[in-house]
C-alpha cells in the first residue's frame, strides 16, 4: 500500500513540464466582419473570412487514420456571443440517424456534432455544446479532464439545417453563458462527430481510441486575435409560480392544494465565478428516479436531477470515491423543504477553484426534525500537468434543537462534519489517473474509528488497462450529509483487462477482463470477495457482445432477507458461497429498432438459485417519437421459508419531442416487489431559452388488486430574467 502510495505521489513530477499533447493544433478566431444570423446556413462574409478546422481524425472504429466522413468548423464572435458553424457532409444518402429532438441525447444513439470547450486551457475544466442531425441540443459542463455532467443547463441559440449532401449546425453562445478568466487567449478547443450510419466517430485532433472525443488532455487551441470581451453585468433572476393538487388515497385524507412561489438567482461575481442564491425552491417537475429490482445488502444510490445543486457539481459531489462520498445533495431537501440557499462556485484563476455552499431546511412538527443547516467549502488547487489537491469541509448542524426535551418523537443529531483531503492524479497524456484521499468525521461523542483512506491507479493504453483500488471506512465513521453505505471494512480491487485488434472482420476488439474485489474487516478476515472473468468482444457496426463468469462469497454482518421483501432472514455470521454466469448483447445503433439483453444464473444465498433476465427494445420514429420497454425478471428459488420468489420490473417510456422547445413524457414503472404501480407524464415547453412551462401528472397504485394510492397534478412555471 506505501508503494502504491508513492507510485501515486511521485508520478506528476515525471509529467510536470509536459506540454499539451496536440498544442500544435490551431484555430485561429477573429471577429466577426459582418452580422451573423443563426438560420444553418453558410452565406454571411464573416462565415467566408473564418478559418476552417476540417481534416478530422478517425476515432472509432480506429484511430490510425483521417476520417472518411468530412467535417469543416469555423468559429467568430463579436461583442456578445461566440460562433460556431460545423459543416458535416454525408457519405450515404439517406436519412439521418437520432432518438428524437430531446435535449442532450444518448451520444452513441444519434448523428450528432459536439465541441470542448477549455476555456483556462488548463486540461480538466471547460463546457461542451453541440446537437444532432435533427437539432435538439446538448449542452454540460465537463470536469475531472473530460467528464460530461448534462444536467448543466443554460442560455444559448443553435438551428441545425439539412441538405441532400450535408447538414450544418450553427450556434451561438452569449459570453455570460461560459465561466473564463479576463485577458485569456488561448483556450482549449476540440470538435466531435459521429456518424452512425458508417459507424465513425471522429475529432478534428487526434485522440486515441481508448480515450472519449471530450478528452480536454487531446484538445487543440483556439488562438483569439484579441482577448475574449468582458460579459459584462451578468445577472439573472428565475421566478417560478407554481400550482397544484395532491390526493392521498391511502391515508383518506382531503385534497391537498398548492400554491408556491419561489425564485433562484445567478449573480457572476467574474466571468469565471458565479454566486447562486435561491429561496423556497421547488423541483416538483424533475422527473422521477428509475426503480431497480433491489436485492444488494446496502443503500443503493439514485443520482441528483435537482438544477440547483447542478452547476460546478464535480467541486461538491466528486470528492471521494462511489460508495464513500462526503456529500450527497441529496440528503438536502427531499424529506424537508428548503427555506434558502447560496452557493459560490467557480474558477478564482488557472490554478484555483473554490465551492461554498450553505442551505437551510424548515423543521416538520410532526416528526419533531429540527431546522438544519448545511455548509459545504471545497477548495482545489491544480499542481503539475493536470493534477490537482481539493480539500472538503461539510458541516451538518441541528439549530435551536435539543434532543431531551421530546422523548416521544425521534432523537437526531446536534452535528455532524466531515474535514477531507483528497489528491487527484491525471497525467498529461492521460494514461495515468488516480487518487489518494483521507476523510475524518465528527459527531458528538465518537473519538476513534471516525475516519476513512483510500487511494487508487489505473493505467490505460490502447490494448490494455490495470488498476488498482484500496479502500478503509472506519467502525464509527459518519458521514450524514454523504453517502456511504457501508462502515467498518478494508476493501482491495485489482483490475486487469486487454484487447485483440483483427485487422479485418466484423470484430473491432475482443479481449478478457479479470477482476477481483475483497472485503476484511480491521483484523484482515475477509468478509466478501467477488472474483469475476468476463469476455468482451466489440463489433465493427458498434454493436457489443460479452460472457462471464463469477464467484463470490459472502459473510453476513447483519441478519439480511435475500429477497428484500419483508420475509424471514438470514442470521449474522453465516457463509454464503455460489458460481454464476451470464451473458449480454447491444445491437448496432444504425437501425430504427434497437434492443439489448442480458442474462445471470447461478448460486445465491442460502443454496438457492438466481435467474434474472433483462430486455432493454427500443423504436424510434425519428425524429418526433421514441418508444422504448425495459423489462427486468428474477426467479429466486430459496429453501423454506422462502420458497420461489419472481419480481418484475417493467418500465415502457414514450417521449414526443413535436419540436426541440416541446417535450412529453409518459413514464410506467410496473415493480412487484415493492408492490408499487407508478405513472409519470411530464410535458414540457420552453417557450423562451432557459424559460418553461411543466405540467406533471404522478399516480401511484397498489399491484394486486390494482388500485389508486396517491396522485398529484403540477403546473409549474419559470422564467429567466437576464439583468
Same mark, same amino acid.
Given at each position: 500500500?506505501?508503494?502504491?502510495?508513492?507510485?501515486?505521489?511521485?508520478?506528476?513530477?515525471?509529467?510536470?513540464?509536459?506540454?499539451?499533447?496536440?498544442?500544435?493544433?490551431?484555430?485561429?478566431?477573429?471577429?466577426?466582419?459582418?452580422?451573423?444570423?443563426?438560420?444553418?446556413?453558410?452565406?454571411?462574409?464573416?462565415?467566408?473570412?473564418?478559418?476552417?478546422?476540417?481534416? @478530422?481524425?478517425?476515432?472509432l472504429p480506429m484511430d490510425t487514420s483521417h476520417a472518411k466522413v468530412k467535417t469543416a468548423v469555423r468559429m467568430t464572435y463579436d461583442a456578445q456571443n461566440v460562433y460556431v458553424m460545423a459543416v458535416c457532409y454525408i457519405n450515404n444518402p439517406g436519412p439521418y440517424m437520432v432518438e428524437s429532438l430531446r435535449r442532450d441525447f444518448n451520444f452513441g444513439k444519434n448523428d450528432n456534432f459536439?465541441?470542448?470547450?477549455?476555456?483556462?486551457?488548463? #486540461?480538466?475544466?471547460?463546457?461542451?455544446?453541440?446537437?444532432?442531425?435533427?437539432?435538439?441540443?446538448?449542452?454540460?459542463?465537463?470536469?475531472?479532464?473530460?467528464?460530461?455532467?448534462?444536467?448543466?443547463?443554460?442560455?444559448?441559440?443553435?438551428?441545425?439545417?439539412?441538405?441532400?449532401d450535408k447538414w450544418i449546425f450553427e450556434a451561438a453562445i452569449p459570453f455570460k453563458t461560459i465561466r473564463y478568466k479576463k485577458g485569456i487567449t488561448n483556450w482549449g478547443i476540440n470538435f466531435s462527430r459521429l456518424d452512425i450510419k458508417v459507424a465513425e466517430k471522429s475529432s478534428w485532433t487526434p485522440v486515441p481510441r481508448q480515450f472519449p472525443t471530450a478528452s480536454l488532455a487531446y484538445?487543440?487551441?483556439?488562438?483569439?486575435?484579441?482577448?475574449?470581451?468582458?460579459?459584462?453585468?451578468?445577472?439573472?433572476?428565475?421566478?417560478?409560480?407554481?400550482?397544484?393538487?395532491?390526493?392521498?388515497?391511502?391515508?383518506?385524507?382531503?385534497?391537498? &392544494?398548492?400554491?408556491? !412561489?419561489?425564485?433562484?438567482?445567478?449573480?457572476?461575481?467574474?466571468?469565471?465565478?458565479?454566486?447562486?442564491?435561491?429561496?423556497?425552491?421547488?423541483?416538483?417537475?424533475?422527473?422521477?428516479?428509475?426503480?431497480?429490482?433491489?436485492?444488494?445488502?446496502?443503500?443503493? $444510490?439514485?443520482?441528483?436531477?435537482?438544477?440547483?445543486?447542478?452547476?460546478?457539481?464535480?467541486?461538491?459531489?466528486?470528492?471521494? &470515491?462511489?460508495?464513500?462520498?462526503?456529500?450527497?445533495?441529496?440528503?438536502?431537501?427531499?424529506?424537508?423543504?428548503?427555506? &434558502?440557499?447560496?452557493?459560490?462556485?467557480?474558477?478564482?484563476?488557472?490554478?484555483?477553484?473554490?465551492?461554498?455552499?450553505? !442551505?437551510?431546511?424548515?423543521?416538520?412538527?410532526?416528526?419533531?426534525?429540527?431546522?438544519?443547516?448545511?455548509?459545504?467549502?471545497?477548495?482545489?488547487? #491544480?499542481?503539475?500537468?493536470?493534477?490537482?489537491?481539493?480539500? !472538503?469541509?461539510?458541516?451538518?448542524?441541528?439549530?435551536?434543537?435539543?434532543?431531551?426535551?421530546?422523548?416521544?418523537?425521534?432523537?437526531?443529531?446536534?452535528?455532524?462534519?466531515?474535514?477531507?483531503?483528497?489528491?487527484?492524479?491525471?497525467?498529461?497524456?492521460?494514461?495515468?489517473?488516480? /487518487?489518494?484521499?483521507?476523510?475524518?468525521?465528527?459527531?458528538?461523542?465518537?473519538?476513534?474509528?471516525?475516519?476513512?483512506?483510500?487511494?487508487?491507479?489505473?493505467?490505460?493504453?490502447?490494448?490494455?488497462?490495470?488498476?488498482?483500488?484500496?479502500?478503509?471506512?472506519? /467502525?464509527?465513521?459518519?458521514?450524514?450529509?454523504?453517502?456511504?453505505? #457501508?462502515?467498518?471494512?478494508?476493501?482491495?480491487?485489482?483490475?486487469?483487462?486487454?484487447?485483440?485488434?483483427?485487422?479485418?472482420?466484423?470484430?473491432?476488439?475482443?479481449?478478457?477482463?479479470?477482476?477481483?474485489?475483497?472485503?476484511?474487516?480491521?483484523? $484482515?478476515?475477509?468478509?466478501?470477495?467477488?472474483?469475476?472473468?468476463?469476455?468482451?468482444?466489440?463489433?465493427?457496426?458498434?454493436?457489443?457482445?460479452?460472457?462471464?463468469?463469477?464467484?463470490?462469497?459472502?459473510?453476513?454482518?447483519?441478519?439480511?432477507?435475500?429477497?428484500?421483501?419483508?420475509?424471514?432472514?438470514?442470521?449474522?455470521?453465516?457463509?454464503? #458461497?455460489?458460481?454464476?454466469?451470464?451473458?449480454?448483447?447491444?445491437?448496432?445503433?444504425?437501425?430504427?429498432?434497437?434492443?439489448?439483453?442480458?442474462?445471470?444464473?447461478?448460486?445465491?444465498?442460502?443454496?438457492?438459485?438466481?435467474?434474472?433476465?433483462?430486455?432493454?427494445?427500443?423504436?424510434?420514429?425519428?425524429?418526433?417519437?421514441?418508444?422504448?420497454?425495459?423489462?427486468?425478471?428474477?426467479?429466486?428459488?430459496?429453501?423454506?421459508?422462502?420458497?420461489?420468489?419472481?419480481?418484475?420490473?417493467?418500465?415502457?417510456?414514450?417521449?414526443?419531442?413535436?419540436?426541440?422547445?416541446? @417535450?412529453?413524457?409518459?413514464?410506467?414503472?410496473?415493480?412487484?416487489?415493492?408492490?408499487?404501480?407508478?405513472?409519470?407524464?411530464?410535458?414540457?415547453?420552453?417557450?423562451?431559452?432557459?424559460?418553461?412551462?411543466?405540467?406533471?401528472?404522478?399516480?401511484?397504485?397498489?399491484?394486486?388488486?390494482?388500485?389508486?394510492?396517491?396522485?398529484?397534478?403540477?403546473?409549474?412555471?419559470?422564467?429567466?430574467?437576464?439583468?
Amino acid at each position: 500500500m506505501r508503494y502504491l502510495l508513492l507510485l501515486i505521489l511521485c508520478l506528476p513530477f515525471i509529467t510536470a513540464n509536459a506540454q499539451k499533447k496536440n498544442s500544435g493544433y490551431q484555430l485561429h478566431i477573429r471577429k466577426a466582419s459582418s452580422p451573423i444570423h443563426v438560420d444553418g446556413e453558410l452565406s454571411e462574409q464573416a462565415w467566408k473570412d473564418a478559418d476552417v478546422a476540417d481534416n @478530422f481524425f478517425m476515432v472509432l472504429p480506429m484511430d490510425t487514420s483521417h476520417a472518411k466522413v468530412k467535417t469543416a468548423v469555423r468559429m467568430t464572435y463579436d461583442a456578445q456571443n461566440v460562433y460556431v458553424m460545423a459543416v458535416c457532409y454525408i457519405n450515404n444518402p439517406g436519412p439521418y440517424m437520432v432518438e428524437s429532438l430531446r435535449r442532450d441525447f444518448n451520444f452513441g444513439k444519434n448523428d450528432n456534432f459536439i465541441f470542448f470547450i477549455d476555456p483556462f486551457d488548463d #486540461r480538466t475544466n471547460g463546457f461542451t455544446f453541440g446537437a444532432n442531425a435533427a437539432g435538439a441540443q446538448w449542452d454540460g459542463s465537463l470536469y475531472s479532464g473530460g467528464t460530461a455532467d448534462l444536467s448543466w443547463d443554460n442560455k444559448w441559440v443553435s438551428v441545425v439545417k439539412n441538405y441532400p449532401d450535408k447538414w450544418i449546425f450553427e450556434a451561438a453562445i452569449p459570453f455570460k453563458t461560459i465561466r473564463y478568466k479576463k485577458g485569456i487567449t488561448n483556450w482549449g478547443i476540440n470538435f466531435s462527430r459521429l456518424d452512425i450510419k458508417v459507424a465513425e466517430k471522429s475529432s478534428w485532433t487526434p485522440v486515441p481510441r481508448q480515450f472519449p472525443t471530450a478528452s480536454l488532455a487531446y484538445t487543440g487551441t483556439l488562438v483569439w486575435d484579441a482577448a475574449p470581451p468582458e460579459a459584462g453585468a451578468n445577472i439573472s433572476i428565475i421566478p417560478y409560480i407554481l400550482g397544484g393538487l395532491t390526493k392521498d388515497y391511502d391515508h383518506k385524507t382531503p385534497t391537498t &392544494y398548492r400554491k408556491d !412561489m419561489g425564485a433562484d438567482a445567478k449573480i457572476a461575481l467574474s466571468s469565471s465565478l458565479n454566486l447562486d442564491l435561491t429561496v423556497n425552491p421547488d423541483f416538483s417537475q424533475v422527473e422521477v428516479d428509475k426503480q431497480v429490482t433491489n436485492l444488494d445488502r446496502f443503500e443503493l $444510490f439514485f443520482p441528483e436531477k435537482r438544477q440547483f445543486f447542478l452547476e460546478n457539481a464535480d467541486l461538491f459531489a466528486n470528492f471521494g &470515491y462511489t460508495n464513500i462520498r462526503p456529500f450527497f445533495s441529496r440528503r438536502i431537501g427531499l424529506g424537508v423543504p428548503i427555506s &434558502y440557499g447560496a452557493r459560490l462556485s467557480g474558477s478564482l484563476d488557472k490554478n484555483w477553484r473554490i465551492g461554498l455552499m450553505d !442551505m437551510k431546511t424548515k423543521s416538520e412538527n410532526e416528526t419533531g426534525l429540527p431546522s438544519q443547516n448545511f455548509t459545504v467549502l471545497a477548495l482545489q488547487r #491544480r499542481v503539475f500537468a493536470r493534477s490537482n489537491i481539493r480539500l !472538503m469541509l461539510v458541516n451538518k448542524q441541528s439549530l435551536n434543537y435539543d434532543p431531551l426535551k421530546d422523548t416521544s418523537k425521534p432523537a437526531y443529531s446536534l452535528y455532524n462534519r466531515n474535514l477531507g483531503l483528497e489528491y487527484n492524479l491525471a497525467s498529461a497524456n492521460n494514461s495515468f489517473f488516480g /487518487k489518494a484521499m483521507f476523510i475524518k468525521s465528527f459527531s458528538p461523542g465518537v473519538k476513534s474509528g471516525d475516519f476513512t483512506h483510500a487511494a487508487n491507479l489505473q493505467y490505460t493504453n490502447k490494448k490494455w488497462t490495470v488498476s488498482w483500488q484500496h479502500e478503509y471506512v472506519g /467502525k464509527n465513521f459518519n458521514a450524514e450529509v454523504g453517502y456511504v453505505p #457501508r462502515n467498518n471494512y478494508i476493501k482491495l480491487n485489482p483490475i486487469v483487462n486487454y484487447l485483440f485488434f483483427p485487422k479485418q472482420g466484423k470484430i473491432l476488439s475482443h479481449g478478457p477482463l479479470i477482476s477481483s474485489t475483497y472485503y476484511f474487516n480491521k483484523d $484482515f478476515h475477509q468478509t466478501d470477495n467477488e472474483t469475476y472473468l468476463d469476455y468482451k468482444v466489440s463489433l465493427r457496426n458498434q454493436g457489443t457482445f460479452d460472457t462471464w463468469i463469477a464467484h463470490d462469497y459472502v459473510e453476513l454482518l447483519k441478519p439480511f432477507d435475500p429477497t428484500n421483501s419483508g420475509k424471514d432472514t438470514l442470521a449474522t455470521g453465516t457463509k454464503h #458461497r455460489w458460481n454464476a454466469w451470464g451473458t449480454s448483447y447491444t445491437s448496432k445503433p444504425q437501425q430504427l429498432f434497437t434492443y439489448a439483453f442480458s442474462s445471470r444464473y447461478g448460486g445465491y444465498y442460502n443454496n438457492g438459485t438466481r435467474l434474472n433476465l433483462t430486455a432493454d427494445l427500443g423504436y424510434r420514429f425519428q425524429p418526433f417519437v421514441n418508444i422504448t420497454l425495459s423489462t427486468s425478471y428474477n426467479h429466486i428459488d430459496l429453501p423454506k421459508p422462502w420458497g420461489v420468489t419472481d419480481f418484475w420490473l417493467i418500465g415502457p417510456r414514450v417521449d414526443v419531442t413535436l419540436t426541440n422547445t416541446f @417535450f412529453f413524457t409518459a413514464f410506467i414503472q410496473y415493480n412487484n416487489q415493492q408492490k408499487n404501480v407508478n405513472l409519470n407524464t411530464r410535458l414540457q415547453w420552453r417557450y423562451k431559452p432557459a424559460s418553461d412551462f411543466f405540467i406533471v401528472y404522478t399516480d401511484n397504485y397498489y399491484t394486486a388488486p390494482l388500485y389508486v394510492r396517491n396522485r398529484a397534478l403540477v403546473l409549474k412555471f419559470t422564467y429567466w430574467w437576464g439583468l
